[in-house]
């Protein structure tokens, strides 16, 4: 064998060995691995469109004036886009995922607790989006080829398909999205051209009953991705800068969360139909119908499922994060077959409601203190922090108490901004810069104690330019979380 055939063959044997790519669930993304902002709103631009926000866009058209719809999902989507901003710099800034950051702020154990709610949610919502899929797929097949075949079959077939881009991490669902995304807007634009040419735009404005209060319609727009806003670092730490991070944000959670609600909004109202499948076959573009339908939940889905496994990686520390994916998109499919989608609304308020919460506690554990272990980047985390608890639940109350029963999970007691989901955030972020405070107060009424050589050389998360700095956050040694890494 030649020198040079020799070196191929070790080059090849080492390309086989190669582990995949890493996505970082336990630790920063390193400066190196880090994307343009670009790509990465395309993600949740395509994460947006999906059925859940045609439901909401029906259900708006029937339940408000068509002015009012409208203005509710603009100032929903602008309110999550400004919300997304926050978020998502913390997420690039620590470069961390909202599982370890629930780590920082709740506790080495808290932050488990934490984990599993957004687990269970994350999964929950790939679950509702699944029946959505199979229930629409149904439709789609029956209309194209006359063939019955029964929804569990969808089910299955679009949940696993669902899961295998999850299995590939980032990278996966950032290409699929680079692509789906420009032909997604393509063919709802051409769906909204067609409509008012066959159709015209008489029924536009046309008087409805309100079933919505206005602030409870804004809130339901909010709830239906304010769980992605709560989770975007897991997207965000891989953008270059927070700067960066936070344009990402705006655009994609604006966009996407808009664009599907007022497509669903102007063909409900113009076409006198509910359903997006028929909207579209009643266009003349029931191949094309079935494309929408399989991207928008495809590039939807994955996320949730991607999501759902960076948590779980958080607690199952000796579990691979491909092995929780199949394990959690089986139970996800599961939940589907048993018909969770049937729960669409009080499943967002409930999200609304508890999980946005803890995305005020975090923001607050940031933005509000200087010395926190979010951004010292600390490794001493108590086991439980019970005042970041006190901080969500405070939130969840206030959520309640703010939510009218008509409008989802709530007792109407109290009236803030007049959206619960805004109000539970805002609640627990006040609640959490409080503590705080009165924290910082004590801690100064106490004898000073002069730092370690290693705290007083620890470097900030991000540096004087605003990069984000990767040395600077904790990277768990094995063993660290509980688990080998």
Known sequence: MTDTTASAAAHSATDKRRPAPSD??????????????????????????DLSGTIMGVQLGNGLPFNEALTATI???????????ACTYVGAATGLTSAMLSRAVFGSIGGRVIAIAMAISSLGWFGVQTGFFADNARIAVDE???????????????????????????????????????????????????????????ELLAEVPAQFSFGGAVSLVMGIFVFGVIVSP???????????????????????????????????????????????????????ALIVLTLAQWTTNTNNLYSAALNLSVVFTRVSRRTLT???????????????????????SLMGTFIAPYGGVYLAEYFTRKRSRLRL????????????????????????????????LGVGLITLTT?????????????????????????????????????????????????????????PAPGALGGAQ
Not at 179 to 199: D, G, N, R, Y
Not at 337 to 345: N, V
Not at 389 to 400: E, L, N
Not at 429 to 438: E, R
């Open 377 to 408: 980047g600390s490794t001493q985390t108590p086991a439980v922090d019970g005042w970041a608890f006190v901080s969500w639940a405070v939130g969840g109350a206030v959520g309640i108490a703010t939510t009218q029963p008509g409008d989802g």
């Open 326 to 348: 199949l394990i959690g998109g089986a139970v996800a499919i599961g939940a589907a077959l048993i018909g969770i989608y049937g729960a669409f609304i009080p499943f967002i």
């Open 75 to 85: 100032l929903g989507s602008v309110l999550l886009g400004l919300l997304a901003m």
């Open 24 to 49: 970082y669930e336990r630790e920063t993304v390193p400066a190196s691995e880090r994307k343009h902002w670009i790509p990465i709103a395309g993600i949740w631009i395509a994460i947006g469109i």
């Open 234 to 288: 897991d997207i965000a730490r891989w953008a270059r800068t927070p700067k960066q991070a936070m344009a990402a944000g705006f655009i994609g959670f604006f966009v996407g969360n808009s664009l599907i609600v007022i497509v669903a909004l102007v063909l409900s109202r113009v076409m006198g139909v509910e359903d997006l499948m028929r909207m579209f076959f009643m266009l003349g573009l029931g191949a094309l």
């Open 144 to 202: 194209l080829f006359g063939a019955d075949v029964p929804v569990h079959v969808f089910t299955v077939i679009g949940g696993v398909l669902m899961i295998l881009t999850a299995l590939w991490g980032y990278r996966s669902i950032q290409r699929l999205s680079s692509w789906a995304v420009p032909l997604l807007i393509a063919l709802l634009l051409l769906a909204v051209v067609l409509a008012f040419v066959k159709f015209g735009t008489g």
């Open 419 to 475: 959206i619960p989901a805004l109000d539970a955030i805002l609640a627990a972020f006040l609640t959490h810069a409080i503590i705080g405070f009165v924290r910082r107060g004590s801690a100064q009424a106490a004898p000073v104690t002069q730092p370690t050589a290693q705290q007083q050389q620890r470097p900030a998360v991000v540096t004087e330019t605003g990069e984000p700095n990767t040395a600077a956050f904790f990277r």
